[in-house]
């Protein structure tokens, strides 16, 4: 598997697009999406919401599991994807992609968000 | 994780080069998907899927008082098996809760009477110890037998055309009728003969946990890499598929059958847990429980448990063993067992709940999933039944 180099990660496994005015793209990787298994449900910020960087924002539901959806910046919510609302299976078939859970306005970032080289290490870890 | 080191089965280094995500079962590391559960699931239940089975506990059981032993040291009716075939039972305690649930096999013939007690591996242990202790004054042996044996399992419509593309011979027995039974089709429902399969000894069975048609096949370790890949390649026009234990799980709670842990535990007996009738009273002989699960019997009769009922989301939130059930404010119930149904496209459960909140249709009806209240449907169990 591989981590797109222009994004962004957290160590719980998120990542984030660069800004584009501003507004960043929030999903979860493909290793994440593979830990899990068949995502059956996807609770998601609502528009408007205000999420803060390492707090949770949401979960996401499989098979075996529920897992705590964790927001890697902090901002306000402004499109969230009723796409994989509807068919949360898009979370494992394209998770850098048609899989993206919502957008943010980012008003602060961490510093510690890894870049793909440092994320690869992180979950070889 | 676990910190001490985990069992493999024979199919271990097969497992890992399929891609198979492995998990912590019972102190085995078994695998627990390969790729999509759901399109596992899907796979038994339209065609075909192969499962490693091998951290399931074998004891054997020989001697001209087999039966007496088994009679006494579990609930059911072992003398009344006949040659070939299978029962479903259970081992109690003295004071009637549940050690664990078992398939017992009736080997041998009449004149060298042989059992083949498969128990979860979780309970292999002590089932095994219960067993021998339980020996003590009968003419009968008790042999661990877990190392003797890997148990694959084919399973699915498909599964009986499979095993026939392995030439498959079954050592004569005699049938109801009197009739040897010699192929797959005179092996019914629940029955087991020695024979072989793609040239190797076998028990082989026509058992399984999935709610389909399907055969288990124990065979001696050595034996298993050459058999699963001589399934895998017979089964591959009938799109058979590698299946891991997260889709067992969802097939035998769509197929209403308990798992040892989530609906039986040492702290229900049989009639608590609804299972009652696989309790023989009217057997030979005393039997290790019988006092207490008497009184169960009794209690229960006057005093309705707690029973095992399904539960369908209306919502998209998955129940989990442990939620609370919930009706008109108040606790009545708690989720056993749950997960998303690929067969229905909803969550679903099993639960243990008031006997007045048990009829299907039970109106206002929810699950406590972490805080929020969400809308179930009491139904009648099993969630699924095959088409015979």
């Known amino acids: 598997m591989s981590n797109p180099q222009q994004l962004r990660y957290s160590k719980e496994h998120e990542w984030l697009s660069a800004a584009e005015d501003g507004v960043s793209t929030i999903g979860i990787t493909e290793h994440a999406a593979n830990a899990l298994g068949d995502v059956v449900f996807v609770q998601l910020p609502e528009v408007g919401d205000s999420v803060t960087a390492g707090e949770t924002c949401g979960e996401l539901e499989s098979t075996k599991s529920v897992s705590d959806l964790y927001c890697p910046v902090?901002?306000?919510?402004?499109?969230?994807?009723?796409?994989?609302?509807?068919?949360?299976?898009?979370?494992?078939?394209?998770?850098f992609e048609g899989g993206w859970l919502f957008k943010v306005r980012i008003t602060d970032e961490p510093a510690d968000l890894l870049t793909a080289a440092e994320y690869d290490a992180h979950i070889a870890g | 994780m676990s910190s001490t080191e985990l069992r493999r089965t024979a199919l271990d280094e097969l497992h890992r080069s399929l891609g198979a995500t492995m998990t912590d079962f019972a102190g085995w590391d078994m695998p627990l998907r390969y790729g999509s559960e759901r399109d596992e699931h899907n796979a038994?239940?339209?065609?075909?899927?192969?499962?490693?089975?091998?951290?399931?506990?074998?004891?054997?059981?020989?001697?001209?008082?087999?039966?007496?032993?088994?009679?006494?040291?579990?609930?059911?009716?072992?003398?009344?098996?006949?040659?070939?075939?299978?029962?479903?039972?259970?081992?109690?305690?003295?004071?009637?809760?549940?050690?664990?649930?078992?398939?017992?096999?009736?080997?041998?013939?009449?004149?060298?009477?042989?059992?083949?007690?498969?128990?979860?591996?979780?309970?292999?242990?002590?089932?095994?110890?219960?067993?021998?202790?339980?020996?003590?004054?009968?003419?009968?042996?008790?042999?661990?037998?877990?190392?003797?044996?890997?148990?694959?399992?084919?399973?699915?419509?498909?599964?009986?055309?499979?095993?026939?593309?392995?030439?498959?011979?079954?050592?004569?027995?005699?049938?109801?009728?009197?009739?040897?039974?010699?192929?797959?089709?005179g092996l019914k429902y629940y029955s087991g003969l020695p024979g072989t399969v793609a040239g190797v000894p076998a028990l082989i069975a026509r058992t399984g946990y999935t709610g389909e048609d399907g055969f288990e096949l124990f065979v001696k370790p050595e034996h298993a890499v050459g058999l699963w890949q001589a399934l895998t390649e017979a089964g591959a026009g009938a799109g058979l598929v590698p299946?891991?234990?997260?889709?067992?799980?969802?097939?035998?709670?769509?197929?209403?059958?308990?798992?040892?842990?989530?609906?039986?535990?040492?702290?229900?007996?049989?009639?608590d847990a609804g299972f009652g009738r696989v309790v023989k009273f009217e057997k030979e002989g005393d039997f290790v429980g019988r006092a207490a699960l008497a009184e169960a019997a009794a209690r229960t009769e006057q005093n309705p448990p707690r029973v095992l009922v399904g539960l369908v989301a209306?919502?998209?939130?998955?129940?989990?063993?442990?939620?609370?059930?919930?009706?008109?404010?108040?606790?009545?119930?708690?989720?056993?067992?749950?997960?998303?149904s690929p067969t229905l496209g909803k969550p679903i459960a099993m639960a243990y709940v008031d006997a007045a909140h048990a009829a299907p249709g039970t109106a206002g009806v929810t699950v406590?999933?972490?805080?929020?209240?969400?809308?179930?449907?009491?139904?009648?169990?099993?969630?699924y039944k095959r088409q015979k």
């Open chain 1, 74 to 95: 902090s901002g306000e919510v402004t499109e969230i994807n009723e796409d994989v609302v509807n068919d949360p299976s898009l979370v494992n078939s394209a998770p």
């Open chain 2, 44 to 185: 038994v239940r339209t065609r075909a899927g192969l499962f490693d089975l091998s951290h399931m506990g074998e004891i054997t059981v020989t001697g001209p008082q087999a039966a007496a032993l088994l009679d006494h040291a579990l609930v059911g009716n072992i003398g009344s098996i006949k040659p070939g075939r299978a029962r479903y039972t259970m081992i109690c305690r003295e004071d009637g809760g549940i050690l664990d649930d078992l398939i017992v096999y009736r080997l041998g013939e009449a004149e060298a009477p042989e059992y083949l007690v498969v128990a979860n591996a979780s309970n292999a242990q002590a089932v095994l110890d219960a067993l021998v202790e339980r020996s003590a004054g009968f003419d009968a042996e008790v042999r661990d037998d877990r190392d003797a044996y890997a148990l694959l399992a084919v399973q699915g419509p498909e599964s009986a055309g499979i095993l026939k593309g392995l030439s498959p011979k079954l050592s004569a027995s005699l049938d109801q009728g009197g009739a040897p039974i010699t192929d797959l089709e």
């Open chain 2, 314 to 340: 209306e919502g998209r939130r998955v129940p989990r063993a442990g939620y609370a059930v919930v009706a008109g404010g108040e606790v009545i119930g708690e989720v056993t067992s749950g997960a998303p």
């Open chain 2, 368 to 383: 406590d999933i972490r805080g929020s209240q969400e809308p179930y449907e009491v139904v009648a169990l099993p969630f």
């Open chain 2, 243 to 271: 299946c891991g234990l997260s889709c067992r799980d969802t097939l035998r709670l769509e197929a209403g059958m308990p798992l040892y842990g989530n609906e039986l535990s040492t702290s229900l007996t049989p009639f």
